[in-house]
């Protein structure tokens, strides 16, 4: 039987969550094959993250090489890419392999404040990573590092995203999550020609451990079955909002979105 092939480059969360556990269920859930590259192990519950172990840049290189020699995926997605080094790693595997539909998740901060890329490594990302993303999504304080500006209305956010496919990106989504516009939760989309926004509703919950991972998890699933973008952000935000209107009560913190809503 042929399936359609998905890859996650990013972190382990040992309470199930975000990361790379979040990826591989959202992937398996759209039907689509998901492998996986650690680039670091988080000790962590919905309370927090308790200790950061990141894998060598070697280590994630021969992850990586892994996967080329012997599996094509069809769309790749990353997370917590946690220092330069390893940016490196996955930019320079990415492209030698020639692997296309790419998503970036430009993932910083933990909800908690933990730090999930190094401050000197943004960098990295805007050189390496960004030039070859089909579509990068930033929510607001990782749009607002990535581009140096203070994102404080509309028209800002359209700026930043303009910026932000200058970089290199040729779809660029701001998430509407820390943005702060009533009961709505839009994202707001550019496609390098067009604005549009992907319409949701902000849920009053708790339960939104991993949003952000599984929103791109998605989207790179779409586009592993050979969805056109467009279709993929629909999706992907379709599945992201259930997701969340039907978060999991597991722990007494942030508990995770809902894979199977
Ligand atoms: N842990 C890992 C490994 C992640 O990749 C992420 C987010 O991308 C998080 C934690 C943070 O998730 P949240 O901010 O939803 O708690």
New binding site residues.
Partial sequence: MQVNKALTI????S?G????Q?DLKTFQELNVYGMSAVT?V?A?NTRG?HGIYPVTAEGVTSQLEAIGADLRPDAVKT??LFNKEIIEAAAGAIKNFGWNNLVV?P?M????G?I?LEEDAAAALKEWLIPLAKVITPNVPEAEVLTGMKIDSAEKRKKAAEILCGIGADITVIKGGHWNESDLCSDLVYDGQEFYELDGKRVATKN??????TFSAAITAELAIGKTPKEALHTAKQFIQAAVEYGIEAGSG?GPTNHWA
Avoid: F
């Fill in positions: 990013a972190g382990s969360d309470g969550g975000a990361g790379i979040s670091a988080t962590q993250v997370g917590m998740d993932v901060v933990a909800k908690g933990s999930l939104t451990h991993g949003t952000g991972c942030h």
